[in-house]
């Protein structure tokens, strides 16, 4: 494949793309719950107000500084759910707060006690919800007793007001999932809390999101592009990928042995527990075996295939989202085959 562009390059395919968001918030409409899209996935700001326009309730932000730029560019719903902590970053959630509706997630008391602190005088109380370990073995209250009592922490501390619980399931395992919320909500219900959110995500489980029928609301960032790990969880198919790396053939050492110019700083050290660091769709059985900074290493051995220097090659990289964060521009492949550069506005807002 010849692209044209001066690689290495990330190009999305607005087709792929805009068939993704339609097929998604279709399916969770389907099963009645709301759809709150991940932007780190993508981290531009005209994607996001697209799936918002195409049904989203909002979206969701894993660091402030990724939703103050979607803030800057006009999106009103922003979750963060992410433990918030620090004398300046709760300084800019509060000015953040006066610019969309927002929302954010706590686990623990001291991170409650830096929110009431910042938003007790701000006249408008800022909503929280408990994240909860539901068996990720990340972040999160480690039982439904303990998201009860963070709940009525929250409720009773000043400036701020308990919203829901939030949730991070692990792959395949929706029905404990379902266990643990109900339960928790069982008892927020007997202490007299009320819980309109319950929001859970992740794009793996996302064709099972319906096994959890407590939740309100479906948190799912990589669908809009899809990658080769979720190729291979069987969540898409290789059509259903918007995303490639493009990379050129620099050298041919040996007869099994190709070197693009797409190294760890584009296609990441990702690997999902995959062999090789990328699919190249036009020669399956070729293995990205190795990368350094700014080379990739091919194994050709068995695969057939005989690229010439100065090639151009398409890969799907193991993981998109972290492939996003890593060009300050990416490419949009129109549906008339035109392609244009687009600003990655929100890449490197890490803080």
């Known amino acids: 494949m010849n692209t044209n ?12 793309v805009e ?7 279709g399916f969770l409409d389907g099963i009645g719950l709301k759809l709150r899209p991940h932007i780190k996935t993508h981290k531009l700001p005209w994607l996001a107000k697209r799936q918002v326009a195409a049904g989203a309730a909002g979206i969701t932000c894993q660091k402030i500084g990724e939703a103050e730029i979607m803030a800057d560019a006009g999106i009103g719903d922003i979750l963060i759910t992410y433990n918030i902590l620090g004398r300046e970053k709760l300084a800019r959630l509060r000015h953040l707060a006066s610019r969309c509706d ?16 910042t938003f007790s005088e701000s006249g408008k109380p800022l909503k929280v919800l408990v994240e909860c370990d539901t068996g990720h073995g990340r972040c999160g209250v ?22 829901g619980l939030m949730t991070y399931p692990a792959a395949h395992d929706m029905k404990r999932v ?14 007299g809390l009320p819980c309109p ?13 319906g096994e959890v029928p407590t939740a309100t609301e479906y948190r799912a960032g990589t669908y809009i592009y899809n ?4 190729v291979l969880a069987g969540a898409c198919s290789i059509g259903d990928c918007a995303l490639t790396v493009q990379a050129t053939v620099v050298s041919r050492p040996t007869e099994t042995r190709a070197i693009i110019d797409a190294g760890s700083k584009i296609l990441t050290s990702d690997l999902f527990g995959l062999n090789g660091y990328g699919l190249i769709p036009e020669a399956p059985k070729a293995q990205i075996s190795g990368l350094s ?18 090639d151009q090659v398409a890969i799907i990289p193991n993981h998109a989202c972290v492939v996003s964060n890593m060009v300050n521009f990416v490419y949009i492949r129109r549906r008339d085959g035109s392609v244009e550069k687009s600003l990655v506005a929100a890449r490197g807002c890490v803080s």
């Open 5 to 16: 562009l001066d690689t290495p390059a990330v190009l999305i395919d607005r087709v792929v």
């Open 178 to 191: 379902e266990a643990w919320l109900q339960n928790a909500k069982n008892l927020l219900e007997k202490a």
């Open 293 to 310: 900074e700014e080379h990739g290493t091919i194994d050709l051995a068995n695969s057939g295939w005989d690229p010439a220097i100065g």
């Open 102 to 117: 927002l929302t954010v997630s706590a686990d623990n008391e001291i991170v409650v006690d830096g929110l009431s602190a």
């Open 197 to 209: 959110v319950i929001s859970i995500g992740g794009t793996p489980n996302l064709r099972s999101a």
């Open 227 to 230: 990658d080769r790990s979720l």
């Open 19 to 25: 068939r993704n968001i339609l097929r998604t918030q």
């Open 142 to 163: 480690q039982n439904p007793e303990d998201a009860l009592k963070l709940a009525q922490m929250i409720e009773q501390s000043a400036g701020l007001t308990f919203y």
